[in-house]
């Protein structure tokens, strides 16, 4: 995936035409679009292959059994099309493992969450987020997820890893992050949702987005 907007949208809509006319919109200030479950059960797994034509997919799973169904998931994942997919770390390092392996026969990416952005993630993720970290970077994943919501917590995590991994950062905006704060607490890329789809113009609220991310990242 490469970095050039540095932002990540969420497109948890659940009807195909209004993600597809999103998708066209703001595909030009986006590095990936993100599904999850309610797009993906709305409309069926071949809405990843559809988005694709716009930008690369990760599949938001957050994949977290045994490490044999993990590998059936990330199979037809991939086969879907997805460039990516976000796995739990808690599960352990087979289940992890399982996933990663799969990814590699496809050449695609696994991103582990390390800790989620809503305030219930802080209660029992974060006390082993830097386990799983560490984890993940031992695995040889492409990246983690860490909170938009927590900088601080997005320092630590990239403290862990150094700059053998990413880090893509959700809770941008409706949630209350913020983009610039965490792109400088160590964030590769930010991920937005509800401020983009929801918004009147989603192209103008994207470009607003990507623009302080680039005054961020200049330093203007």
Known sequence: MERNTCMILALDVTDREEALKIAEDVWEFVDAIKVGYPLVLATGLDIIRELAEFAPIIADFKVADIPNTNRLICDQVFEAGADAIIVQGFTGRDSLDAC?????????????????????????????????????????????????????????????????LTIISPGVGAQGGKASDVIAAG??????????????????????????????????
């Open 100 to 164: 990663i392996e799969i990814a590699s026969e496809y050449r695609k990416d696994v991103f582990v969450v390390s800790e989620m952005s809503h305030p219930g993630g802080a209660e029992f993720l974060q006390p082993a987020a830097e386990a799983i970290a560490k984890i993940a970077l031992e695995a040889g994943a492409f990246g983690l997820v860490a909170p938009a919501t927590r900088p601080e917590r997005v320092k630590k995590i990239r403290k862990i890893i150094g700059d053998k």
């Open 187 to 220: 964030a590769d890329w930010v991920i937005v949702g509800r401020s983009i789809y929801k918004a009147e113009s989603p192209k103008e609220a994207a470009c607003e987005i990507a623009e302080e991310i680039r005054a961020e990242l200049c330093g203007e």
